[in-house]
């Protein structure tokens, strides 16, 4: 999915998309898979000898395709033995 798919209603500032999002609101779609891709090399950046000190923490906003980004890097984390807590954080001051 693409922001191209976004129609926006000027009159009612509705936005509106041609695929479903899991959240049910046009404006929170999925990643695409370029997205996807990028999220797994940001994964396996921070598990990195590259990336030091380690993350402890992880939050991210609310929206779908935050979550979606970070998901693979806090599992990946996690399976390397850092502690992260058991979730990741969200907060709905990032957006």
Same mark, same amino acid.
């Given at each position: !999915?693409?922001?191209?798919?976004?129609?926006? $209603?000027?009159?009612?500032?509705?936005? /509106? /998309?041609?695929? #479903?999002t899991?959240?049910?609101? @046009? @404006? $929170? #779609?999925?990643?695409?898979?370029?997205?996807?891709? !990028?999220?797994?090399?940001?994964? @396996?950046h921070?598990?990195?000898? @590259?990336?030091?000190?380690?993350?402890?923490?992880?939050?991210? /906003?609310?929206?779908?395709?935050?979550?979606?980004?970070? !998901?693979? /890097?806090?599992?990946?984390?996690?399976?390397?033995?850092?502690d992260?807590?058991?979730?990741?954080?969200?907060?709905?001051?990032?957006?």
């Open positions: !999915q693409h922001r191209m798919h976004w129609t926006l $209603d000027h009159k009612t500032g509705t936005y /509106s /998309s041609v695929f #479903p899991p959240t049910g609101n @046009a @404006a $929170d #779609p999925t990643l695409t898979s370029h997205g996807v891709r !990028q999220s797994r090399e940001l994964a @396996a921070l598990i990195s000898d @590259a990336v030091t000190p380690k993350p402890w923490r992880v939050y991210s /906003s609310p929206f779908y395709r935050c979550l979606q980004t970070i !998901q693979p /890097s806090f599992e990946a984390l996690r399976e390397k033995g850092i992260v807590g058991e979730q990741v954080r969200i907060e709905n001051g990032l957006g």
